[in-house]
Protein backbone atom coordinates (compact mmCIF):
# COMPACT_ATOMS: atom_id res chain seq x y z
CA UNK A 1 0.00 0.00 0.00
CA UNK A 2 1.08 3.26 -0.95
CA UNK A 3 1.17 6.22 1.68
CA UNK A 4 0.41 9.76 0.82
CA UNK A 5 0.87 12.73 3.44
CA UNK A 6 -2.18 13.55 5.46
CA UNK A 7 -4.67 16.19 4.23
CA UNK A 8 -3.78 15.27 0.61
CA UNK A 9 -5.35 13.88 -2.51
CA UNK A 10 -5.02 13.27 -6.20
CA UNK A 11 -6.76 13.82 -9.33
CA UNK A 12 -7.06 12.01 -11.99
CA UNK A 13 -6.65 14.25 -15.03
CA UNK A 14 -7.87 12.81 -18.49
CA UNK A 15 -8.81 13.74 -21.87
CA UNK A 16 -12.63 13.62 -22.02
CA UNK A 17 -14.89 12.33 -24.89
CA UNK A 18 -18.11 13.05 -25.65
CA UNK A 19 -18.64 9.03 -25.96
CA UNK A 20 -19.90 8.82 -21.91
CA UNK A 21 -18.34 4.98 -22.05
CA UNK A 22 -15.26 6.35 -22.26
CA UNK A 23 -15.50 8.96 -19.37
CA UNK A 24 -17.13 5.86 -17.31
CA UNK A 25 -13.85 3.77 -18.02
CA UNK A 26 -11.67 6.56 -16.87
CA UNK A 27 -13.65 6.80 -13.37
CA UNK A 28 -13.74 3.83 -12.61
CA UNK A 29 -9.94 2.99 -13.05
CA UNK A 30 -9.67 5.70 -10.87
CA UNK A 31 -11.74 4.27 -8.45
CA UNK A 32 -9.75 0.86 -8.44
CA UNK A 33 -6.32 2.95 -7.82
CA UNK A 34 -8.54 5.01 -5.04
CA UNK A 35 -9.37 1.26 -3.78
CA UNK A 36 -5.79 -0.24 -4.46
CA UNK A 37 -3.87 2.52 -2.67
CA UNK A 38 -6.20 3.44 -0.33
CA UNK A 39 -6.67 6.87 -1.16
CA UNK A 40 -9.63 8.36 0.33
CA UNK A 41 -9.26 11.75 -1.61
CA UNK A 42 -9.74 11.02 -5.44
CA UNK A 43 -11.08 13.06 -7.90
CA UNK A 44 -11.39 12.55 -11.86
CA UNK A 45 -10.91 15.69 -14.05
CA UNK A 46 -11.26 15.89 -17.53
CA UNK A 47 -10.02 18.48 -20.14
CA UNK A 48 -12.84 18.37 -22.36
CA UNK A 49 -15.73 17.03 -20.23
CA UNK A 50 -17.35 17.25 -16.60
CA UNK A 51 -16.01 17.64 -14.23
CA UNK A 52 -13.01 19.97 -14.66
CA UNK A 53 -9.69 20.29 -13.39
CA UNK A 54 -11.17 23.42 -11.22
CA UNK A 55 -14.14 21.66 -10.09
CA UNK A 56 -12.27 18.58 -9.22
CA UNK A 57 -9.79 21.16 -7.13
CA UNK A 58 -11.80 23.08 -5.27
CA UNK A 59 -13.82 19.95 -4.39
CA UNK A 60 -10.49 18.37 -2.49
CA UNK A 61 -9.93 21.99 -1.45
CA UNK A 62 -12.99 21.98 0.15
CA UNK A 63 -12.69 19.23 2.11
CA UNK A 64 -9.53 20.40 3.87
CA UNK A 65 -6.81 18.93 1.17
CA UNK A 66 -3.61 21.14 1.11
CA UNK A 67 -1.84 18.85 -1.33
CA UNK A 68 -3.22 18.12 -4.53
CA UNK A 69 -1.42 15.30 -7.16
CA UNK A 70 -2.57 15.76 -10.35
CA UNK A 71 -1.95 12.82 -12.23
CA UNK A 72 -2.50 13.23 -15.68
CA UNK A 73 -4.01 9.99 -17.34
CA UNK A 74 -2.56 10.86 -21.49
CA UNK A 75 -0.27 8.33 -23.10
CA UNK A 76 2.24 10.98 -23.59
CA UNK A 77 3.52 14.53 -23.00
CA UNK A 78 1.18 16.07 -26.27
CA UNK A 79 0.29 19.67 -26.45
CA UNK A 80 -2.34 19.43 -24.07
CA UNK A 81 0.33 18.26 -21.56
CA UNK A 82 2.66 21.06 -22.17
CA UNK A 83 0.80 24.08 -22.76
CA UNK A 84 -2.89 23.43 -21.10
CA UNK A 85 -2.16 21.45 -18.27
CA UNK A 86 0.85 24.09 -16.84
CA UNK A 87 -1.53 27.06 -17.25
CA UNK A 88 -4.12 25.41 -15.75
CA UNK A 89 -2.21 24.67 -12.48
CA UNK A 90 -0.47 27.48 -12.79
CA UNK A 91 -4.37 29.89 -12.52
CA UNK A 92 -5.87 26.70 -9.63
CA UNK A 93 -2.48 27.82 -7.56
CA UNK A 94 -3.59 31.64 -7.51
CA UNK A 95 -7.19 30.93 -6.93
CA UNK A 96 -6.30 28.76 -4.16
CA UNK A 97 -3.10 30.23 -2.82
CA UNK A 98 -3.17 27.77 0.88
CA UNK A 99 -2.94 24.54 -1.37
CA UNK A 100 0.08 22.79 -3.38
CA UNK A 101 -0.71 20.96 -6.64
CA UNK A 102 1.77 19.35 -8.27
CA UNK A 103 1.53 17.37 -11.56
CA UNK A 104 2.82 13.38 -12.52
CA UNK A 105 4.48 12.78 -15.53
CA UNK A 106 2.04 11.21 -18.12
CA UNK A 107 1.53 7.51 -18.70
CA UNK A 108 4.50 7.26 -20.93
CA UNK A 109 7.52 6.02 -20.21
CA UNK A 110 6.95 3.57 -17.27
CA UNK A 111 7.96 0.25 -17.43
CA UNK A 112 4.44 -1.53 -17.00
CA UNK A 113 3.12 -0.26 -20.44
CA UNK A 114 5.65 -2.64 -22.36
CA UNK A 115 4.04 -5.59 -20.59
CA UNK A 116 0.63 -4.25 -21.13
CA UNK A 117 1.50 -3.87 -24.85
CA UNK A 118 2.65 -7.31 -24.37
CA UNK A 119 -0.53 -8.60 -22.85
CA UNK A 120 -2.73 -7.12 -25.99
CA UNK A 121 -0.19 -8.63 -28.85
CA UNK A 122 -0.64 -12.18 -26.93
CA UNK A 123 -4.73 -11.40 -26.75
CA UNK A 124 -4.62 -10.80 -30.20
CA UNK A 125 -2.67 -13.50 -31.37
CA UNK A 126 -4.42 -16.36 -29.67
Known sequence: MLMVAVNSGIVIFAHGSSVQSA???VRTVAQAAAD??????????FLEAKPSLDEAVTRLAGRGVRHILVVPYFLTLGIHLQRD???MVDRLVQV???VDIRCTPPLDGHPALIQILLDRV???IT
Open 85 to 87: LPG
Open 36 to 45: AGSFPDVEVA
Open 122 to 124: REG
Open 23 to 25: NDA
Open 96 to 98: HPN
